[in-house]
């Protein structure tokens, strides 16, 4: 089921460039749908990163809207964490926001070793890639991310991104 709110997420996320030229009533409109969205409200999310510096950052972005931040430090302490929840008979995170540089197991090797468990199809991975360029995000969408944005990290497009694929309910 698709909410308006869901919709304007959406429609947010695909016109992010032009966001910031929106009358200033339309640009109340979008912050007050954010601001009453309870997407992030008890959702785990497993950040997949080896810099202590983003990790601290994206947990001060998305503890104090709900979430549980699961850390790993690379793609094989994921993969121990969602293997471990597979031993529990329950999914161990709702998303999980994965860097693709990362020291033993990179993110799109991870990505592929997730894509390979029926449990975790569906798993919404949104991954940090270095660059802008198109074939990151091109490798990042082959080895089975759902999505990908690129640094320095814009946190209101990763926040969009996350009510774009954050399973509901």
Do not use: Y
């Amino acid at each position: 089921m698709r909410s308006p709110e869901r919709l304007l997420d959406e429609v947010t996320l695909f016109l992010h460039q032009v966001e910031s030229r929106l009358p200033p009533e339309h640009q109340r409109l979008l912050q007050a749908a954010r601001d009453r969205e309870s997407t992030l409200e008890g959702r785990r999310i497993l950040v997949v990163e080896d810099d202590v510096r983003n990790i601290f950052a994206l947990s001060s972005v998305l503890e104090p809207r709900g979430a549980k931040v699961e850390i790993a430090r690379n793609g094989k302490e994921a993969l121990a964490l969602l293997t471990k929840s597979l031993a529990q008979q329950r999914l161990a995170v709702d998303l999980v926001r994965m860097d693709i540089m990362m020291p033993e197991m990179d993110g799109l090797t991870a990505t592929r070793e997730i894509r390979k468990h029926d449990a975790w199809r569906k798993l919404p991975i949104i991954a940090l890639t270095a660059k802008a360029m198109r074939d990151d995000q091109e490798k990042c969408l082959q080895a089975g991310t759902n999505d990908s944005i690129a640094r320095p990290l814009d946190v209101e497009k990763l926040l969009s991104l996350l009510r774009v694929w954050m399973p509901k309910g």
